[in-house]
């Protein structure tokens, strides 16, 4: 009669393999620097953080809306300033589509720093910086400072008398300090390459790296927030997690 021999143990070396995010590659396999790039995006920003669908109950605050209000001003001045710049002076000055393209350039610049200005207070207020959010703070007060510049030049290039009047008043002023022979904003066309691509492209890449940051760390919770939100027991934070 035989007998049928038990099945073996499992070893004790077996252990079951933590999952992993989709699209992301065994650690054994990464040998480039591609591929540790790849990694490391996919660590601190994996796509349910990119485009979640669901946020903290907080966020319906009307606090958290002027930052979204902000970027949809900047997208308004980023694409009329565009058709300016295609059509040039002559026609924002004496055609009516120009001067109506004009005037929508000029009041979103205005909005966007309206906006601007509420989100960054409100969030002072909140201490923004709070959960390892400090870069994501320093990047929303770069991005308002670089805006300023860019509105700045963006003033001298209406080519009229209050811009000539406020461009050759900066002039004394830059070249008392020493640099208005390297910034001349008496230059028009050197001001045209400040406002319409130095600039626009500074401030593009800090507010995409500012709502990346964001999305990385998530948004702010309140200071009295309650303990119960969903982003208070699972801090989206890496740097908390690490602790």
Partial sequence: MSIKEPPAPPSAQHHEQPAQRPGQPDGDDIY???????????????????LPQEQPSYVASWIYVFGMLSLTSLAVVIASGFVLALNGPNWYHLSSLGRFTNSVHLWSVELFFLLM??????????????????????????????????????????TNFDSQWIAFEAKDALNAV???????????????????????????????????????HG???????KETDDQLLHPRNESQESR
């Fill in 219 to 225: 948004v702010v919770p309140p200071i009295d927030a």
């Fill in 117 to 158: 200005v509420v989100h960054l207070w409100g969030k002072y207020w909140m201490a923004a910086w709070r959960g390892g959010r400090v870069l994501t703070w320093i990047t929303g007060v770069i991005a308002f400072a670089v805006s300023i510049g860019a509105a700045f030049t963006g003033y001298l290039l209406q």
């Fill in 178 to 216: 020493g640099i208005g022979a390297w910034f001349n904003v008496a230059d028009l066309g050197q001001m045209f390459a400040w406002h319409i691509v130095l600039l626009p492209l500074g401030v593009g890449a800090i507010v995409v790296l500012h709502v990346l940051l964001v999305r990385m």
């Fill in 32 to 50: 480039t620097w591609t591929g540790r790039a790849r990694g490391w995006l996919l660590k601190r920003l994996p796509p349910d953080r990119l």
